[in-house]
Every structure is written in structure tokens, then in C-alpha cells.
């Protein structure tokens, strides 16, 4: 039997298009389920024009993929426009009527409900992501499909032991790690998503380490890291004397990022490094990082396009994460030249060689930190070597080779 893929997620973030993309090229796509499908020359389509709707672009879809996809909208539409308009008590984590919780469990029982008929009409496996995929795929193995999981992020139990280091370390920043909010019976569930996956995807050596963790048996894991951006242009090296080393931060505002350490590595190299912060805080109510971010320059929220124009104005982007599943502005900073300076908790180690494309730091070291960024001031011609050989490296990994690998190891499964 020809294996057809029911694919599930309900945003369709750029792995996930990639993948498809590859799954269509394969035809082994059956159909795509997701909240809000936008196309062109649709109502959605011109509105997304309208400068206040700009999000909606980001749920625009190839039209070839139109009569492939089934979508239900109204809790991400709700969740969109309660965190628009700031309603909090909508989006509040697992309780408000709007949450990211609802979303995805509403899309997952959706999903349940028509597993049947679409297992008639040819479905035969069924590609799910982390949170969303529990009532899927526990009817899936009831009326013998099989369950194919995506866990785009560490295994949780592995979070908990690593991040529990840092109320420790570091209380004064314990209040930004909201991940240890989450309620006993989502904990739960997420275990049980996984005891039901026949295999697994990650897309880092790391997160596939996190699953050690887990207190029962596992199918088999895969690791099949992200395609990198398309290189649309060389990077431009500007020499450094008579100016400061541009160092560059994006993500979420919480010390999982190990935000900490970066602030003290440039603590006393302020002279010589101007640091630019880019993301929305975790909390807004955490003195140690509003204090950090006064003394350097911070930008809230980028479009994805404002963020690769940033990256390119920038010499080295750092990202001193303590717990990724794969850190997606790692492979953005290398399509556009600018060497990364990451550590082995992310998929750092998957994409870059230390000290040739990039370089690899111990977690939780701002000492480590301190180090490159030294090393870069006293060698300034390493930000254009490396820049350069990072480039040259997004340029052999387009998303394209992530949907055909991914393609391919789907097709080769023996399970399907």
C-alpha cells in the first residue's frame, strides 16, 4: 500500500512547510490539518495586506497545496486577537478561553473525530506534533494507523533536572523559566504521547538525548536537523578598528536562554562590545533582566525579514541557550554570513565545527563566552573566516534537503 501521510500542526511554522513541501514532491502527502490556511486571492489574503493584520502573512500557502487542506480556525483566530489586543486573562497559560493550550487540543480532537473517514479515503499514518497529538493518535491505534511524532523541543523531565540548576544559580532570574508551569496532567500527557508514537523525529543530537529521561521504552528516534534560510547575498565584513564588536541576541527573554551569562561576559567589555537584544520578555516583572536590559540596546519584536536585516548589521550573534530543542536563529545568523557562538544544549553541535563555521561554548559559562568574544576582538579577521564558512555551510542545507531527508526516511519505515 502506498503510504499516505496525514500531516497535523496548527500553525505550519517553516519546518513544517518544509517537510510538506518534501511530502508532496514524494506524493506521499494525504492531507494537511491546520487552524488558519491562507490563500491567495482569498478575503484573508487582502486583509493580510493591511499593516495591523501583518501576522496573517505568516499563514499564507503555496495555492498548489489549496485542495489538500483542511483548516478550523476560530480558537487560533481568538488567540491571535486576544494577544493582539493584550486580553491576558484569554491567553492565560492553560486556563484562559484562547490559551495555546486550547488551540492545540481543540485541533487535536478535531483531528480524532475524522481519523475514520479519512482512513476510508486512503490515510494511512499520521504525522503529529508535541501537545497535539494525544486524542489523534490514541484513535489512530485504534482503527490501525500509525502514529509518527514530532518533538520539536527537549523532553521535559530532562528540563526540569537541567533547569532546576539555575533557581539555584540563579534565583534572582528564576521567575523568567515559566516552563515550570506547566500542570501535572499536561506533564502527562506529553508522556503519553509518546508512548503511543511508533517513531519519533527530532531535529537535535540534544533533544534526542533529553528522551534518556523518559521512564519507560521509546520506538525509534530519528535526528534530522532544519534547513537553513535561502543566501540570497554575500555578507559585507566591515573592518572593527575604530568601532565596537556588534554582538547580537534573538530569542525569548528567559534564562533557559542563559541570558545571565551573556550580560556578564559583556559586563566589563563594554568599551569594545555594543550588545543589541531582540525578543519579548518572558515576565515583565524580573528586576535582574529589565536592570540588564537598560544598560544595552533592546528591540522587542521583529518581523521575520526585520530579523535578517538585523543579523546582517551585526558582527556575531550569540546564543547561549541551556535547554533547545534546536534554536532556529542559529541557522538564520549562518545564511547571512554571521558567525554564532552557541552551546552544545542546542543543535549547535549538528550544524557548526567549532572554531571553523562558528564555535561551540560550555552552558552556563560566562567565562566561556567572554573568551570568543575576546579572542574575536584581538583576531577581528576571524568574524569574515568563519562568517564566511558558516554561509558556505547554509548554502549545502536549503530547506529543501531537510523535506527530502525527512521524505525519505518517512517512506523508508518499515512500521508504515
Known amino acids: 500500500m502506498v503510504k499516505m501521510i496525514l500531516f497535523s500542526h496548527p500553525t505550519l511554522n517553516e519546518n513544517a512547510k518544509a517537510l510538506i513541501d518534501g511530502l508532496l514532491r514524494n506524493k506521499i502527502l494525504y492531507k494537511i490539518y491546520t487552524c488558519v490556511a491562507i490563500f491567495e486571492g482569498q478575503l484573508l489574503d487582502k486583509l493580510s495586506k493591511h499593516s495591523k493584520l501583518n501576522d496573517l502573512k505568516r499563514r499564507r500557502l503555496d495555492s498548489t497545496w489549496q485542495l489538500l487542506t483542511k483548516s478550523k480556525s476560530f480558537f487560533e483566530f481568538g488567540r491571535l486577537?486576544?494577544?493582539?489586543?493584550h486580553v491576558q486573562f484569554l491567553v492565560k497559560h492553560e486556563k484562559g478561553f484562547f490559551c495555546i493550550d486550547k488551540v492545540y487540543q481543540k485541533h487535536d480532537k478535531w483531528i480524532a473525530n475524522n481519523l475514520i473517514g479519512e482512513q476510508k479515503k486512503g490515510a494511512t499514518a499520521v504525522y503529529a506534533y508535541e501537545d497535539g497529538a494525544l486524542a489523534t493518535f490514541i484513535k489512530a491505534k485504534k482503527i490501525g494507523m500509525n502514529c509518527i511524532?514530532?518533538?520539536?523541543?527537549?523532553?521535559?523531565?530532562?528540563?526540569?533536572?537541567?533547569?532546576?540548576?539555575e533557581f539555584d544559580l540563579n534565583p534572582e532570574w528564576a521567575e523568567t523559566l515559566t516552563g515550570f508551569n506547566d500542570s501535572y496532567k499536561k506533564l502527562s500527557n506529553k508522556d503519553h504521547e509518546l508512548a503511543l508514537a511508533d517513531i519519533i523525529f527530532v531535529a537535535s543530537t540534544f533533544t534526542k538525548k533529553t528522551l534518556e529521561t523518559y521512564p519507560g521504552n521509546l520506538p525509534e528516534i530519528k535526528v534530522i536537523p532544519y534547513g537553513f534560510p535561502e543566501v540570497r547575498q554575500k555578507k559585507i565584513y566591515e573592518p572593527l578598528a575604530n568601532r565596537k564588536l556588534k554582538v547580537l541576541f534573538i530569542g525569548g527573554l528567559s534564562q533557559r536562554k542563559g541570558l545571565s551569562y551573556l550580560f556578564e561576559a559583556v559586563e566589563g567589555m563594554r568599551n569594545a562590545v555594543e550588545l543589541t537584544i531582540v525578543g519579548q520578555k518572558s515576565?515583565?516583572?524580573c528586576s535582574a533582566l529589565n536592570n540588564a536590559l537598560e544598560k544595552h540596546q533592546w528591540i522587542p519584536s521583529l518581523s521575520h525579514d526585520q530579523v535578517l536585516d538585523c543579523m546582517k548589521q551585526h558582527d556575531v550573534l550569540v546564543f547561549p541557550s541551556l535547554f533547545e530543542g534546536f534554536g532556529l536563529v542559529i541557522t538564520e545568523a549562518m545564511s547571512q554570513g554571521v558567525p554564532v557562538i552557541t552551546t552544545n544544549r542546542t543543535a549547535g553541535p549538528d550544524l557548526i565545527r567549532d572554531g571553523v563555521d562558528g564555535w561551540i561554548v560550555k552552558p552556563g559559562s560566562a567565562i566561556a563566552i567572554k573568551r570568543v568574544i575576546t579572542k574575536i576582538i584581538e583576531r577581528p579577521e576571524l568574524l569574515e573566516i568563519l562568517g564566511t564558512a558558516a554561509q558556505k555551510k547554509a548554502q549545502t542545507r536549503p530547506w529543501s534537503v531537510y523535506g527530502q531527508e525527512m521524505t525519505d526516511a518517512l517512506s523508508s519505515l518499515k512500521i508504515l
Not at 81 to 85: N, V
Open 81 to 85: 486577537l486576544a494577544s493582539k489586543f
Open 149 to 165: 511524532y514530532d518533538l520539536p523541543i527537549g523532553y521535559w523531565r530532562s528540563a526540569r533536572l537541567l533547569m532546576q540548576k
Open 283 to 285: 515576565v515583565d516583572n
